[in-house]
């Protein structure tokens, strides 16, 4: 709600829901649901977002699963007849659409939306109503890519869609468009989100944290939003024109009529990969937070970390072309690219050594998180080592299309990005919900994970150099080969490892279940943490801080609840996380305003896939699509983010005990 | 501490920058939009030449026609100046009087391209007549759908004030759409300069 009430004190009833605004703003008042469904759907709390945005992912990571599971069963013996080769191609664009573009960003961006204010000491983003319609718009684009499912199949161009196969001789069903439409959207969620979140870490850092004062979770995410925000645009052109050709008659990337066949390949490439460095920089931003905390050790070298960080942004964006080393570029520019990908492996590495470091010596606590952190250090080290391998344009062009770069990737993106945000889940899910997920179930979750995945992208790594092309819907024991470099051996090793890991993830969602039926209420600082976000009750209050704190060390947090003895040059405990929260709510900040719930992010959102699918079937309907923006954003203009105190209900008590929005 | 950071925020105060939050996102969306450009011009460039059995840039650009609209949009970045100059000295009627010359001039840009485009359409070049076709279409489309959008904005600001309805500080809303105005016509220039005058 916009107006804060004073805390309730402990044990007392909470007080009923603030005084709301009575004002109307062109031509829909303002919501003011602070309970049920509506208080979910037109809320612009940062933390309400995220915790949607994880619960979208995480359906979508489900989804994405099922769709690699069916490809494993369909390669798990010879001559299969699990799927035809049609959907086949339809099952690895949409598995890989799927969990780049609606699990690992959007959980990325659910990890943003609720950490990033809270570690910076803000009260929320920057725009709270564009944080509103980058989820609605995400949800949007996600509708519009799947519902090619049920509307005549999917796309089947392979994820990055190059020509021939993208146009309408290879792919003549309306999946493509479905793809490129679904995709324009969810991009246009990623760069609204861009902006906001860096216009927030920026603008809205609590007084005394200056940039290196700040979490490296902060950071790295910082450093994601800048490349989503200079790459959504050319993969925006890139869909745009290939919409165009689809939709309209023009021949971008058609050979035959004098296209150029590398166009797509640079424009898709340009954005494709600073893309795997928006996949898996917050979860390194995680397991920089995580390491730390479960070593009792603050990071090690930590301007090392945040500059490799950003070194890794500005490299990212020279290196595009490595995907590209098969299509006869020419040696110079294959040099090039080569030399640049190998320098990249330095802030990586950097990286590395410094997670190392900071576990060397330290009192290691294995939980759960910190079982998911380590992994993540050992898996994407494994899959960072073939990434150089394929840095190395000989040794790539016999690697290209085959199953060594599924391997390659799958370590980077499954043990690098999901291991990370698995980390996340454990570490910060008593901060989301007030309740710990269950840490032997944890580990058994971590254990089949890792033992699923290295079992099914392990073996891809021998099949692929051996010979076995990426995307093969069906292989025959004749032509399998003998001894340990039997691919149908190693196929069904790899289906079995998929089914573990299964057996993984579902140990997980019975975790989350289990929790969220327990009654027990986990303690305020389970894990002795070092960062703002643990200085407040869990899960946060709306406001999230009552006295916004002001910072005067990295890992503020730790210092307050530790100090250095002068004389033995100790470190003593001196206050905990109860006394702390508590003498905030004793000295909190009077007259709090929050920003307001709106019905106008959902409603602009809502126009955008009745474009799309004006566009794929008829334009009228794409101009009643634009209508509704039109209208919304005329709606969204006129309305105050913030209503002011003259448009809400006078005191609710005569006494004056209780005046508007008191708060301290 | 009274008041709170989101608070301050909102009017544009005690940002840990001293750039107003609205500022600041304007700024780096407009950033983007560099790329955006950057994307299409790249494919215009590449494919410019690329005419087949259609006419050749040269053959249906009217580059004096071109140099006056373009002289027009280049004049209403003038007009938005002074704009944004009434509205930070709190002169409504100033502001909404360059407004508005501003959001006429843009139009009569916008008028020029459609009939530049029909003519254009009527010497044989479609949007799919050609690679050089579709590009030029797509590129100088989109500049100027972005200028379209900016006549809107400007138009719509105008009644705003005109009903006072401006949400938040009224000199940044209007320094605002400035931004976007100046970048929409620096984008001309360079379009401008690499498609019509730089011989194929």
Not at chain 1, 63 to 88: C, H, S
Not at chain 1, 369 to 384: K, S
Not at chain 1, 447 to 465: A, C, D, E, K, R
Not at chain 1, 514 to 521: D, W
Request: aromatic residues 14%; proline residues 6%; contains cysteine.
């Amino acid at each position: 709600m916009a107006i804060i009430e004073r805390p309730a004190p402990v044990g007392a009833p909470a007080l009923p829901a603030p005084v709301t605004p009575t004002r109307t703003y062109g031509a829909l008042r303002r919501p003011v649901a602070t309970t049920g469904w509506k208080s979910w759907v037109f809320t612009v709390d940062h933390k309400k977002l995220g915790i949607m945005y994880g619960a979208v992912a995480m359906f979508f990571f489900i989804v994405g699963g099922i769709e690699a599971v069916l490809i494993r069963l369909q390669l798990a013996a010879p001559d299969n007849k699990v799927l035809t080769a049609d959907v086949y191609n339809q099952m690895f664009t949409m598995h890989a659409t799927t969990m780049v573009f609606l699990f690992v960003m959007p959980m990325a961006a659910a990890f943003a939306n609720y950490f990033v204010p809270l570690q910076i000491g803000a009260r929320d983003v920057a725009f709270p109503r564009i944080n509103a319609f980058g989820f609605w718009t995400l949800v949007g684009g996600g509708i519009i890519v799947n519902l090619s499912w049920f509307l005549g199949g999917a796309a089947d161009g392979g994820w990055f869609m190059y020509a021939p196969n993208s146009g309408p001789v290879f792919s003549p069903s309306n999946g493509v468009d479905f793809w490129a439409l679904g995709l324009q959207i969810t991009g246009i969620a990623s760069l609204t989100g861009a902006v906001n979140l860096i216009v927030t870490v920026l603008n809205m850092r609590a007084p005394g944290m200056s940039l290196m004062k700040m979490p490296v979770f902060t950071w790295l995410q910082l450093v994601v939003q800048f490349l989503l925000l200079f790459a959504i645009p050319v993969i925006t052109v890139a869909l745009f024109l290939l919409s165009f050709q689809r939709s309209f008659g023009a021949t971008f990337f058609d050979v035959s009529a004098g296209a150029d066949p590398l166009l797509w390949q640079h424009l898709f490439w340009i954005f494709g990969h600073p893309e795997v460095y928006i996949l898996v920089l917050p979860s390194f931003g995680i397991i920089s937070e995580v390491l730390p905390v479960f070593s009792k050790k603050p990071l090690f070298g930590y301007p090392f970390v945040v500059f490799s960080g950003a070194a890794i942004g500005f490299v990212g964006w020279g290196v595009w072309a490595h995907h590209m080393f098969a299509s006869g570029l020419g040696p110079v520019s294959v040099a090039v690219f080569s030399i640049a990908t190998m320098a990249i492996a330095v802030p990586t590495g950097v990286k590395i050594i410094n997670w190392t470091m900071t576990i060397w010596g330290g009192k290691l606590n294995f939980t759960a998180a910190m079982h998911f952190a380590i992994g993540l250090v050992v898996l994407f080290t494994i899959g960072g080592l073939s990434g150089v391998t394929h840095a190395v344009a000989p040794s790539d062009t016999q690697q290209t299309d085959t199953y060594y770069i599924v391997a390659h990737f799958h370590y980077v993106l499954f043990g690098g990005a999901i291991f990370g945000l698995f980390a996340g889940f454990y570490y910060w899910w008593p901060k989301v919900f007030g309740k710990q997920l269950n840490e032997r179930l944890g580990k058994a979750n971590f254990w089949l994970m890792v033992i699923g995945m290295n079992l099914t992208f392990g073996p891809m790594h021998m099949i692929g150099l051996q010979g076995q092309p990426r995307r093969m819907y069906i292989w025959t024991e004749a032509r399998a080969g003998e001894g340990l470099f039997n691919l149908g051996f190693w196929n069904r090793v790899a289906s079995i490892g998929s089914l573990i890991l299964t057996v993984g993830v579902l140990l997980f969602l019975i975790n989350v279940w289990k929790t969220a039926r327990s009654k027990q209420v986990a303690p305020l600082d389970p894990w002795d943490a070092r960062t703002l976000e643990w200085m407040t009750t869990s899960p946060p209050k709306e406001h999230n801080f009552d006295a916004i704190p002001t910072v005067r060390h990295l890992d503020e947090f730790f210092h307050r609840k530790y100090a250095q003895d002068s004389v033995t040059h100790e470190i003593k405990q001196v206050s905990t996380a109860e006394d702390i929260v508590r003498d905030q709510e004793a000295n909190a900040d009077k007259h709090i305003h929050m920003p307001s719930p709106s019905y106008w992010p959902i409603i602009l959102a809502s126009g955008l896939p009745v474009i799309a699918l004006g566009v794929i079937y008829a334009i009228p309907v794409a101009i009643v699509g634009a209508v509704i923006v039109v209208l919304a954003l005329f709606g969204w203009s006129l309305e105050p983010s913030t209503a002011p105190e003259t448009d809400f209900d006078p005191p609710a008590s005569e006494d004056g005990t209780k005046e508007l929005a008191p708060l301290g | 501490m009274v008041d709170t950071a989101v608070h301050h925020a909102e009017y544009g105060h005690h940002t840990s920058t001293g750039l107003s939050n609205n500022k600041l996102g304007m700024w780096l969306f407009l950033g983007s939009e560099c790329l955006l450009f950057g994307g299409l011009i790249s494919t215009y460039m590449i494919y410019r030449g690329r005419v087949g059995e259609g006419p050749r840039p040269g053959n249906v650009f009217d580059i004096p026609f071109t140099s006056v609209s373009s002289f027009v949009l280049l004049m209403s970045s003038l007009t938005m100046v002074l704009a944004v100059a009434a509205a930070q000295k709190r002169d409504d009627r100033g502001t909404t009087l360059w407004l508005t010359v501003t959001g006429l001039l843009g139009a009569t840009f916008v008028g020029g391209q459609v009939y530049e485009f029909t003519a254009m359409y009527n010497e044989g070049l479609g949007f799919t007549t050609s690679l050089f076709g579709s590009a030029f279409y797509t590129l100088t489309g989109f500049h100027g759908v972005h200028v379209t959008v900016g006549v809107i904005m400007l138009l719509s600001l105008v009644g705003i004030i005109k009903r006072s309805r401006v949400p938040g500080d009224k000199a940044e809303v209007v320094e605002l759409v400035g931004l976007y105005w100046h970048f929409v016509d620096i984008v001309w220039i360079i379009i401008f300069t690499l498609v019509y005058l730089i011989p194929t």
